[in-house]
């Protein structure tokens, strides 16, 4: 079976949280509260097990397109809805002790909520920060990429509540093709900013199973430079260990034997 994925492309998105409203509904995610704070439209601040999907509002004093004259006054604002990456190479799987983290045939990266036992190691493991523990239950929840809907060949409901296709679900290997040509429209038009984020499969994560067209870098969305999984040197570190172990080991009965 095909890796389904979302390309989010930001120049699209109007800022609308439909995504985040399907989100909550479908998946029956807690109301986590209206936290206007007067310096944002964003009143969710970010991932967390009752915000799955996330609008982030970026305000920057930079001009919407370069005939603009007055640089001091124009601002813009940058508009991205976050969402848990499914990484190809996913640090939250490795450090499950349960097992309630597991792959989806969908090549997407599921709890399971009966099987977790909120140890909570996935939280710290997790690049993006995405992980998040309920209160109320001590479990994590996260993003699910809709298990439930694509099992019946439905499309994510973020996906389908988008009026304007600024999140767009599908075949992984498509969608990286789709986000490549949007690419080199958005710089045929003048936009030189547009890059993509994510998708590369030979980046520290394996490549994202949803990744992002942004229109400036990474950080200003909020989204770390250089994601790396953190569990990829356990291998090396465990080997190194054991050597360790063994060479103190050895020393010990040495000076055992050279005492008797």
Known sequence: MSRMGFFTDT?????????????????QVPEDGLDFTAMSFDNTKGLSADSWRHVAFIEQRKPVGASQAN?????????SSDVCKHCTDAACLDVCPTGALFRTEFGTVVVQQDVCNGCGYCVPACPYGVIGKREQDGRVWKCTLCYDRLGVGMEPACAKACPTNSIQFGELEELRVRAGGRVEQLHQAGVLDARLYGHDPS???????????????????????????????????????????????????ASLLGRR
Not at 11 to 27: R, T
Not at 71 to 79: E, K, P, Q
Not at 236 to 252: D, E, F, T, Y
């Open 11 to 27: 120049s699209l998105c109007i800022g609308c949280k439909a995504c985040e409203v399907a989100c909550k509904e479908w998946n």
């Open 71 to 79: 640089l001091g006054s124009d601002f813009r604002w940058l508009m």
């Open 203 to 253: 980046d520290g994560v394996g490549g994202d199973g949803a990744f992002f067209l942004l229109l400036d870098e990474p950080e200003v969305y909020g989204l770390p430079p250089g994601p790396h999984v953190t569990t990829r040197e356990l291998p090396r570190m465990w080997r190194n260990a054991a050597i360790a172990g063994a060479g103190l080991m050895g020393a010990v009965c």
